[in-house]
């Protein structure tokens, strides 16, 4: 298992960057995937990015050309780099990871989330 801490959110103008980050207790290279999900008030909680031990990336349409998630192994830490960021991405952002068994089951682990909020 593992333990994940999300830091980075803050106030930030429509337009604007912020950097999150997602530090791991453990090997982030032993892990499945990690990924981003946010939660806006009201709403589902959403996958926002996700990265495999592989590097392979996704992205929600909403975010892409905008977001860029990305690791740093020897950090134990995954970021998300938001740049022109819009109001609608207001909400709690959540680190994620997922570690699969022998058996392909997932398990996840969640991090506390980080607010982040654009104003208009």
């Known amino acids: 298992q593992v333990q994940l801490v999300e830091s980075g959110g803050g106030l930030v103008q429509a337009g604007g960057s912020l950097r999150l980050s997602c530090a791991a207790s453990?090997?982030?290279?032993?892990?499945?995937?990690m990924a981003w999900y946010r939660q806006a008030p009201g709403k589902q909680r959403e996958l926002v990015a996700d990265?495999?031990?592989?590097?392979?990336?996704t992205y929600a349409d909403s975010v892409k050309g905008r977001f860029t998630i990305s690791r740093d192994n020897a950090k134990n830490t995954v970021y998300l780099q938001m740049n022109s960021l819009k109001p609608e991405d207001t909400a709690v952002y959540y680190c994620?990871?997922?570690?699969?068994?022998?058996?392909?089951?997932?398990?996840?682990?969640w991090g506390q989330g980080t607010q982040v909020t654009v104003s208009s």
């Open positions: 994620n990871a997922r570690i699969r068994d022998v058996w392909n089951r997932p398990n996840d682990y």
């Open positions: 990265i495999t031990n592989g590097d392979s990336t």
């Open positions: 453990r090997s982030i290279g032993s892990i499945n995937a």
